[in-house]
């Protein structure tokens, strides 16, 4: 697995707006009621089932975002398998500054660990052969940063992180542009040099149509069985990158994976993902 991370600075404002968002306007009334500012605990957090762990760094820095004075010893690194019962982080300090972090902290490592746990998942099916499980755009809005890196902590690759990171040409933009020579010659008139290039095809004869036009750096196969995907694999011969997207499932992946191709896009990674059950316990 990867142990990926990106700096807290990048991380911040998405767990700042979390923070805030549970926070309120004026703090968490219920601790400031019933717990006197000076009882310390230790707490864990601990796995309810059986993962792999993803939103570690980001819970930490929950915890450290409401009270810096916190200790946070990590058991485990983003990336690493767990097992139910084992403990992740053990958190150590005031005790109504670690429940006033407690939901956040555990919003986010559910949700990242079963986005790595459903990824693996995948990878796991591709064993064997040269595919790549990557994600998609299809992430909730708001914390793509930190579904991407889940992927990453699963064993999958980082696709498009944005609208600006390349240009991927899907079948609306071929229709309206005017076809697929179209397309591929406003690129090659108009994009930067240091852009990649993805177009995407749902038939043979489009393949066909890209690859006598040159211009694209990957082709996106879309919906194709995996007999067609085979076909078009050996059409393309190693003259693009090719990637496979379309009823991607733990199920169907392998089957895919067998066709050759060098990359399997699955948007299930961070739109049907399961949340993975975590605990605090004081």
């Not at 019933?34 to 570690?56: K, W």
């Not at 058991?75 to 992740?88: E, I, M, N, S």
């Not at 499980?133 to 699963?154: D, F």
């Not at 694999?233 to 733990?250: D, P, W, Y």
């Amino acid at each position: 697995m990867h142990h990926a991370t990106v700096p807290d600075l990048i991380l911040e404002p998405l767990v700042r707006a979390a923070l805030t968002e549970d926070l309120g306007t004026c703090g968490d009334i219920t601790t400031r009621t019933v717990i006197p500012s000076d009882v310390t605990y230790a707490a864990r957090l601990n796995a309810r089932e059986d993962a792999v762990v993803s939103g570690m760094q980001v819970a930490a820095l929950a915890f450290r975002l409401v009270d810096p004075t916190l200790k946070i010893k990590p058991l485990v690194a983003d990336g690493d398998r767990c097992t139910k019962g084992q403990t992740l982080m053990e958190i150590t300090g005031s005790a109504a500054s670690i429940l006033s972090g407690e939901r956040v902290a555990l919003n986010f490592a559910g949700r990242l660990t079963g986005v790595a746990t459903l990824t693996a998942k995948l990878v796991a099916q591709t064993a064997g052969t040269k595919a790549r499980i990557t994600c998609t755009r299809k992430t909730t809005p708001g914390l793509r940063i930190v579904e991407k890196l889940a992927v990453l902590h699963g064993g999958g690759f980082n696709h498009r992180h944005s609208l600006s990171d390349a240009i991927l040409i899907k079948d609306n933009h071929i229709a309206a542009a005017g076809g697929v020579r179209a397309v591929l010659g406003a690129v090659k008139a108009r994009a930067s040099h240091m852009m990649k290039v993805e177009i995407e095809v749902d038939r043979l004869d489009q393949l066909a149509e890209v690859l006598d036009t040159g211009g694209a750096d990957v082709v996106l196969l879309d919906n194709m069985t995996p007999d067609t995907l085979a076909e078009a694999v050996a059409m393309v011969n190693g003259r693009l990158v090719t990637e496979a997207s379309g009823n991607v499932t733990v199920g169907t992946v392998a089957a895919i994976a067998a066709t050759g191709v060098d990359y399997i896009s699955s948007g299930a990674l961070t739109h049907s993902y399961r949340t993975i059950d975590l605990g605090l316990d004081f």
